[in-house]
């Protein structure tokens, strides 16, 4: 028995194949490629896929779903610092679009109404395609990327008044106070409700999910989070993306946010694919190259009136040159619920069949040429920033404050059972920066009452390992007890981050080279750990040398392991091939208060009373090595030191 929409889905991702891959040999975006895939595929081009609504629906569903991540973003209090350039840039931005809009078609001679409509229509910008760019682009959280942000949430909450409109410029029915306070109202109360929910709800419900260390049955609480949200905020009235991003936001003050992300985003990249083919089955190709050159003519126009207008509102807000620009030209595209309100329009009969068609193939244009725009926008500002403009102009009025990156050259540990545990606590007496992995909530939360860095997530996540910036990682040390997550976390930290060193265990020798093979830089083997402990306590029993015990167990490793070992970059005497067993070396770091602090080589006497020799002092990022009696010695500096064992147990003390 045939299923029809399983056939539209092979056709549609069989497709979406050829274009994409066509587009990344030509180095065209994926979503441009999605667009074109549904235009090719669409019923009014090849007429391959017939389930239209049922695509529509999976697109309503990648909206949902993009909105739910980038809201896991924003905080409330991010939300909170955005208030100004919520208010006033998305006000200024819709406003003057409107208006805007609506001078042209009077211009045209096109009725009042429906230039009041088509001024609705314009204002609107594309919060999928804006926010998937950014987010791609790593630009999400950047200046220009929390004015935009904050722009397109005030769309969202524009476009319910908006639709309250359409009957009343139809001249079908009139608008009162208490409608619009109403609605306003239901916003209002749904917002609250959803932060409620998120503060007395959510913990506990996720606290109980995560216990059960189901990765299904949290994938599911997940979802029914976003969606019942979501369902909540579209009886009220408001947007599906506005929901969305409210259910996100629930879970953004949440331990459990990074998991989330990782479970939801294989989800959102196929529903969202299925949104930009939806855009492209609305174009009706005869319509559109009858029609090309008015087309292309009333997009440029759109293109340059919404740049204008966002720039201008960017700048009212006092923000720099480049920074409108960047956010000019990404809103200057129309967006995807002005289909929405074409919808209502069509219904309410406030303009001709001929002007939605045209209006739909413009915004569907625009939609197409904006990532070749939101790529040309940081080369347009290089070019203007060369005009002799104002300082003012060119700098803005507010002062920027840059979001850190966070941890850089740490060490990302995943798993908190012993063997994480101390190498947490190693890695908190060297003074080296580290932040913890773990999937069980109890020891999640257990541990950061105590002041652990330690997040709860799948460190087999790209998305979890990103939130902890895997990227400026210096290593990561996979210390799970289950084999098959250990494989999986290896390839998963491997692909995100094809340089950082990692460092994993296995409990047998033979499954030693398959570690290597999926991207383990140095893999500890616990059994052969083990014994050639009991060997190296047994032989320096009988006064056998350093040496000698490494020779011996070299040889009872086949030769192999020290040579994988390329991490032993410490310095040993067994180097040397003599025998100090006398002799040791270690690392002490100067606390506050230390005797060592703020005095020379000379005045510590270190050397003179106490026969201890410096090698290296390592402070922050440098390694000092040339050290003579004038050397000052720091607070936080960590002193590499050699000399006999009862010296160095007799000068700690200081």
């Not at 109202?185 to 749904?190: F, K, R, V, Y």
């Not at 350093?546 to 994988?564: A, M, N, P």
């Not at 003599?578 to 005045?603: F, N, R």
Request: aromatic share 10%; net charge neutral.
């Amino acid at each position: 028995m045939e299923l029809p929409l399983l056939r539209d889905f092979v056709i549609i991702f069989g497709l979406a194949i050829i274009v994409l891959l066509v587009c990344h040999r030509l180095r065209i975006p994926t979503i441009v490629g999605f667009i074109l895939t549904g235009v090719l595929g669409g019923p009014h081009g090849l007429g391959l896929v017939r389930a239209v609504g049922e695509v529509d629906t999976f697109a309503k569903i990648g909206i949902i779903l993009l909105l739910f991540t980038i809201g896991m973003e924003f905080s409330p209090r991010r939300i909170l610092a955005m208030r100004k350039s919520f208010l006033v840039g998305g006000f200024l931005q819709v406003g003057f679009t409107v208006l805007g809009g609506f001078i042209a078609a009077q211009l045209f001679g096109r009725p009042v109404p429906e230039s009041i409509f088509l001024g609705f229509l314009l204002s609107l910008s594309s919060t999928a395609i804006i926010l998937k760019l950014m987010s791609d682009r790593g630009e999400a959280k950047s200046r220009h990327g929390r004015i935009i942000l904050a722009i397109l949430i005030f769309q969202d909450i524009a476009v319910v008044l908006m639709m309250l409109l359409v009957p009343f410029l139809a001249g079908k029915g009139e608008i009162s106070l208490e409608q619009v306070l109403w609605v306003v109202g239901e916003g209002a109360l749904i917002i609250v409700a959803a932060f409620v929910f998120a503060l007395k709800v959510v913990p506990p419900v996720l606290d109980l999910v995560a216990r059960t260390r189901s990765r299904e049955l949290f994938l599911l609480a997940v979802l029914t989070i976003c969606f019942s949200v979501t369902w909540l905020s579209s009886l009220a009235g408001l947007s599906i993306s506005l929901g969305a991003f409210l259910s996100g936001m629930i879970l953004s003050e949440s331990e459990y946010r990074h998991q989330a992300l990782g479970n939801i985003l294989p989800f959102q990249d196929i529903f969202t694919s299925f949104f930009f083919i939806s855009i492209g089955l609305l174009l009706e190709l005869d319509f559109f190259f009858f029609n090309i050159f008015t087309i292309v003519g009333l997009c440029l126009g759109v293109l340059v009136l919404k740049t204008l207008v966002a720039g201008a509102s960017t700048l009212v807000l006092g923000m720099p040159l480049r920074t409108a620009i960047l956010v000019g030209f990404s809103l200057s595209q129309v967006g995807e619920f002005s289909f929405v309100l074409v919808n209502a329009g069509i219904e309410s009969q406030i303009s001709e069949p001929y002007l939605y068609q045209l209006f739909i193939a413009v915004s569907l244009l625009s939609m197409l040429l904006t990532p070749l725009l939101v790529t040309i926008a940081p080369h347009f500002a290089n070019f203007v920033s060369k005009f002799p403009l104002s300082e003012r102009l060119v700098t803005g009025k507010v002062q920027y404050v840059k979001e850190e990156r966070g941890l850089t050259d740490h060490v990302i540990i995943a798993g908190f059972g012993v063997s994480g545990k101390n190498l947490a606590k190693s890695c908190q007496i060297s003074g080296i920066k580290y932040c913890v992995l773990e999937t069980n909530p109890d020891i999640v939360r257990d541990e950061r009452k105590r002041g652990e860095p330690i997040y709860f997530g799948d460190s087999g996540h790209i998305s979890v390992l990103e939130h902890v910036n895997i990227k400026y990682a210096k290593v990561f040390a996979v210390l799970v007890n289950d084999p098959t997550e250990e494989k999986r976390i290896i390839e998963a930290a491997r692909h995100a981050n094809p340089k950082v060193f990692i460092v994993t265990r296995t409990h047998t020798w033979g499954d030693r080279e398959t570690m290597y093979q999926l991207g383990a830089d140095d893999v500890v083997v616990d059994e052969f750990v083990t014994s050639a402990e009991t060997v190296n306590r047994i032989l320096l029993k009988y006064n056998i040398s350093y040496s000698e015990v490494d020779k011996c167990i070299d040889e009872l490793s086949g030769g192999d392991y020290q040579k994988r070992a390329l991490h032993r970059e410490t310095f040993r005497f067994s180097d040397l091939d003599i025998d100090l067993p006398q002799i040791s070396v270690e690392a002490w770091k100067v606390e506050q208060g230390c005797y060592l602090s703020e005095k020379t080589m000379h005045d510590t006497g270190l050397r003179r009373k106490y026969g201890v020799n410096v090698l290296v002092i390592n402070r922050e990022e440098d390694k000092i090595t040339e050290i003579d009696h004038d050397t000052v010695i720091k607070e936080g500096d960590i002193l590499v030191v050699f000399g006999k064992k009862d010296n160095l147990a007799s000068a700690i003390h200081l």
